[in-house]
């Protein structure tokens, strides 16, 4: 008796439909009806005789047995669109996603590197602060914060998370070097998703700050260091990803009492899923960077999104 094999026109559309969990996205992307959509479904559940989705009022579920027939075969289509792209001589796309902060401050000073020595691969870097969910995007790569422990991940080292006040040279008063109280009476500058990291330090160095500070709060860590280049105040920076305003004298550390913590910033993919080698160059390439400059200075464009203080934009 010969192999067992599904019919591949309904196992197409089971992948096109899982990936969108709509049997009327999936009808859309093929390019027929969605009774057509459900009838090649129910063709591959007759030839697995098992239910492959729960069918539901606006939307549609993998049972078990559904979620280990899309984990093994998504794969399988994913590596067939990479050879037809290169058949066609056309540039791969890599999907990355990443926090904002991270993209503007570390990745895109890095980014002509890569795509002057990678010219075929085309990347899409998108930002999100929430962590990827893998099973609900098409994203192959995610550089994420943390201890690296997310479930059904592979996650690699790269940018570790060191912390200290940093500020401009302009500021008003700025604090003389190891002058911890004059905190006491200066804006504390902070940012919605970091808003942890001054009662870290402040315990670090053994401060115990009271109700009389100021503190000037901005939506993005972007906007926190760009305030404090402007001298509003003094900021808790990530010096990994000021390195530039830092070698330059834009902003300076007039503590210079950093606290290194168990977190760092990853490059992070499923398990289970084979990365293109599209995706494996941009997975080499960032280990590459981050590992040469661990082990000492490298010279690094300084994003363009921080200006100086009186600069105006786009000069």
Same mark, same amino acid.
């Given at each position: ?6 019919? @591949? ?9 899982a990936?969108? %969990?709509?049997? +009327? #996205?999936? !009808?859309?992307?093929? $390019?027929?009806?969605q009774?057509?959509?459900s ?14 989705f729960?069918?539901?009022?606006r ?63 085309? @990347?899409?870097?998108?930002t ?7 099973? %609900?995007?098409? +994203? #192959?790569? !995610?550089?994420?914060? $943390?201890r ?32 911890l ?31 009389e ?82 082990k ?6 300084a ?13």
């Amino acid at each position: 008796m010969g192999r067992r094999f599904p019919p @591949l026109n309904p196992l197409r559309t089971f992948e096109v439909a899982a990936r969108c %969990k709509s049997f +009327t #996205e999936a !009808a859309d992307e093929l $390019g027929v009806t969605q009774a057509a959509v459900s009838r090649q479904i129910s063709v591959l559940e007759g030839f697995f005789k098992a239910r492959l989705f729960e069918r539901n009022v606006r939307s549609v579920t993998l049972t078990p047995v559904g979620r280990q027939l899309y984990d093994d075969v998504s794969s399988a289509f994913q590596i067939i669109r990479w050879s037809t792209d290169r058949i066609f001589q056309e540039n791969v796309l890599v999907r990355v996603q990443t926090y904002p902060t991270f993209a503007a401050r570390w990745l895109m000073p890095r980014l002509s590197h890569f795509m002057t020595k990678f010219p075929s691969v085309d @990347l899409r870097v998108q930002t999100a602060i929430k962590p990827v969910d893998f099973s %609900k995007t098409d +994203t #192959e790569i !995610a550089i994420q914060f $943390g201890r690296g422990d997310w479930p059904n991940t592979v996650a690699h080292p790269l940018v570790t998370d060191a912390i200290e006040p940093v500020c401009s040279p302009h500021l008003a008063a700025v604090p003389l070097r190891g002058d911890l109280t004059a905190l006491l009476h200066q804006t504390l500058l902070t940012s919605k998703y970091r808003s942890r990291d001054w009662n870290d330090w402040f315990e670090h160095v053994g401060i115990q700050p009271g109700s009389e500070k100021r503190w000037l709060a901005f939506e993005s860590s972007i906007l926190t260091y760009q305030a404090a280049i402007e001298g509003l105040g003094i900021a808790m920076g990530q010096t990994a990803l000021l390195g530039a305003e830092l070698k330059t004298g834009v902003l300076i550390k007039p503590f210079d009492m950093p606290l290194r913590r168990e977190f760092q910033y990853w490059i992070v993919w499923p398990t289970g899923r084979r990365l293109s080698p599209e995706a494996r160059k941009f997975v080499d390439w960032i280990i590459a960077q981050a590992e040469s400059e661990r082990k000492g200075p490298v010279a690094v464009p300084a994003p363009v999104a921080l200006r100086r203080p009186g600069q105006k934009l786009g000069t």
